[in-house]
Nanobody, 127 residues
Framework: QAQLVESGGGSVQAGGSLRLSCAAS????????MAWFRQAPGKEREGVAS????????GYVDAVEGRFTITSDNTKSTLYLQMNNLKPEDTAMYFC????????????????????WGQGTQVTVSS
């Protein structure tokens, strides 16, 4: 019954910003690793950023370090990804995901460790 619903995607020019949201429901939001992944056409799905909803620890893939910020509003059970200084190579379908187990202190961006997925929201960055 766990559900993740992404929103906030769209089309922007290079250098622009977008804020993605992921509304989580029907599962305990606390003590979870949550993450954003993305998949471009012809590419494998890659981890972008992760956060522990309780401990607050975050991690980013090198390609977005310093440009993207992952945050969590636990009162709303909503995950966010603030994307600044967007580049054409950021173009992809962005997915929200939940780790397969709760109570883990370390999240990481191993796709195989995340078992609950949203439907995705498209981000397109033009040059």
């Amino acid at each position: 019954q766990a559900q993740l619903v992404e929103s906030g995607g769209g089309s922007v020019q290079a250098g622009g910003s977008l804020r993605l949201s992921c509304a989580a429901s029907r599962f305990p939001y606390s003590l979870n690793c949550m993450a954003w992944f993305r998949q471009a056409p012809g590419k494998e799905r890659e981890g972008v950023a992760s956060i522990h909803t309780t401990y607050g620890t975050t991690g980013y893939v090198d390609a977005v370090e310093g440009r993207f910020t992952i945050t969590s509003d636990n009162t709303k059970s909503t995950l966010y990804l603030q994307m600044n200084n967007l580049k054409p190579e950021d173009t992809a379908m962005y997915f929200c995901a939940r780790y397969s187990e709760r109570y883990l202190p370390d999240c990481g961006l191993d796709r195989g460790s995340y078992s609950t997925w949203g439907q995705g929201t498209q981000v397109t960055v033009s040059s």
